[in-house]
């Protein structure tokens, strides 16, 4: 079982000192599932790697088991994957062998721990109990660039008739997997630490009460955002209901409840700012103009969020096709509910559907579409992930019509209640003047063989212009094929 860590950061060497582990020395650590080790691959001021490398004895193992789970004779408690893929053995290893770099502390270099840092680590072998999806959601949401790549499973062993996908990659439940992120080590050990276990589903010891606070303290300012924190949660906790319940309880208690018919806390924040012009609504209903004019007929909402303008589409007969997509499960849920998906007449039912997904990563499911609108999206991004934002968009999903929407930044000096330098929404990560957008949305109709109309929504200042301010990228090719993409929410 392998786990290694490589920075770019120079001196590179200073990984020793964020993980207290020289880089001229082999050490060994005593683990009850057997031994760790660390060393260094390559250790120089422009790279160094430092790899944890644990010898798992699956004899011991089940020698030291109490019980009839450690009496039986069976096979497959000697001979099993234990030994060599990433599980819950890494994380207590971890947790023990890097205490302090996973606590945040270095005695050496606190501001660089405290610093992120260009980080790459592998896992060459990652039993998956859901598949790559699975581990895109978790880990994309998180900021990771990731590579996985399914291991064939060769077996050299199996009766015959061997099983039709024997040594098949596309059979196989195990990854090899590769994460790189700008963060800062004690984060990438913190997620590790929590999503190796949720990954493999499976624990190696008793999940008590005392897992609960590990897992908060692990999570500690990500988990409870987490598009997938229910999942973790469960997982991490093996489904055990009443620790599930207090964990959640836990995670969710500084957060305000949120009903069908209330805007997420988060969405409030930014309709507090602009309820005096009904923002909100304005957009929407540009949207819809945009959409219909276009001449429509399939609609994919892409951030769907609670599913507000699915609800406006819905009760437009030009659009035959309505898919909302968003990252978060807990936002599909909300939008299915306030949808009552459940109440709707078969024929009804028909015309729309939700699917989980991120506008992070190319989706076939998003192509041969006639119309997009991008509501109040791209402000969400971290600027590093426009790029891959404009190819899933622009590039690979090709919409012959995009509406997109995003704030003002100008227009924030009219509002009162928003102090001065501050975003209209805690989850922004920029927000553009007009002339910042005019040469971002250029830029991208240059790119990729589009034209742009700039269009004004909400009351018109003459001197600051409107509060939100909205591109219809028309792409210049003929063959729009049929559709349209909506997109709409944060996607981060």
Excluded at 33 to 55: C, K, M, N, Q
Excluded at 266 to 289: G, H, I, K, P, Y
Excluded at 397 to 417: F, H, K, M, Q
Aim: net charge negative.
């Amino acid at each position: 079982m392998l786990l290694t860590i490589t920075t770019t950061h120079q001196p590179a060497t200073d990984l020793g000192f964020l993980l207290a582990k020289h880089p001229a020395r082999v050490q060994s650590f005593e683990q009850s599932f057997g031994r760790a080790h660390v060393f260094y691959p390559e250790a120089s001021p422009e790279r160094t790697t430092i790899a944890l490398l644990l010898d798992v004895d699956p004899v011991a193992l089940v020698r030291t088991r109490r019980g009839p789970a450690g009496e039986g004779g069976a096979l497959e408690q000697y001979v099993n994957d234990r030994p060599y893929v990433a599980s819950s053995f890494l994380s207590v290893a971890i947790a023990d062998v890097f205490r302090s770099a996973l606590q945040g502390k270095s005695r050496e270099r606190q501001e660089l721990a405290e610093t992120p840092i260009p980080l790459t680590a592998r896992l060459p072998a990652v039993p998956c109990r859901g598949g790559e999806s699975f581990l895109r959601s978790l880990f994309a949401p998180l900021g990771y660039d990731l590579l996985a790549t399914p291991i064939a499973l060769a077996m050299p062993f199996a009766p015959a008739p061997a099983a039709p996908n024997a040594g098949h990659a596309d059979s196989s439940p195990y990854l090899d997997v590769t994460l790189r992120a700008t963060t800062t080590l004690q984060a990438l050990l913190a997620h590790l630490y929590v999503l190796i276990p949720v990954l493999d589903d499976q624990k190696h010891y008793w999940v008590s009460q005392d897992e609960v606070d590990k897992l908060l303290r692990a999570g500690e300012g990500w988990l409870a955002t987490h598009p997938e924190r229910d999942t973790i949660t469960r997982r991490y906790l093996r489904r055990r209901p009443n620790l599930v319940r207090d964990a959640i309880a836990r995670l969710t208690a500084e957060e305000e409840p949120v009903d069908e018919d209330a805007e997420p806390k988060a969405d409030a924040e930014e309709a507090t700012v602009e309820r005096t012009v009904s923002l909100n609504e304005q957009r929407l209903a540009m949207v819809l103009a945009v959409l219909r004019g276009s001449g429509a007929r399939r609609i994919v909402d892409l951030g769907c969020g609670e599913g507000r303008l699915l609800r406006v589409l819905l009760d437009d007969r030009q659009f035959e096709e309505i898919v909302g997509m968003d990252v978060s499960y807990r936002a599909l849920e909300i939008a299915s509910n306030r949808l009552r998906l459940d109440r709707m007449s078969e024929r009804q039912r028909e015309r729309i559907r939700l699917i989980h997904g991120s506008l992070m990563y190319r989706d076939s499911r998003l192509t041969g579409f006639d119309a997009a609108a991008v509501v109040e999206v791209v402000e969400h991004l971290d600027p590093p992930r426009l790029a891959a934002f404009e190819r899933v968009l622009f590039e690979f999903a090709r919409p012959g019509t995009v509406a997109l929407t995003t704030p003002n930044a100008e227009y924030n000096v009219r509002w009162a209640s928003l102090p001065a330098g501050r975003f209209r929404h805690r989850d922004h990560r920029f927000e553009w003047t007009r002339s910042e957008f005019a040469s971002w949305a250029t830029g991208v109709a240059d790119r990729f063989d589009y034209d742009t109309r700039f269009v004004p929504v909400g009351p018109e200042d003459l001197d600051v212009g409107a509060p939100t301010q909205m591109c219809v990228f028309t792409r210049r090719s003929t063959d729009l094929g049929g559709g349209s993409v909506v997109v709409r929410g944060p996607q981060v």
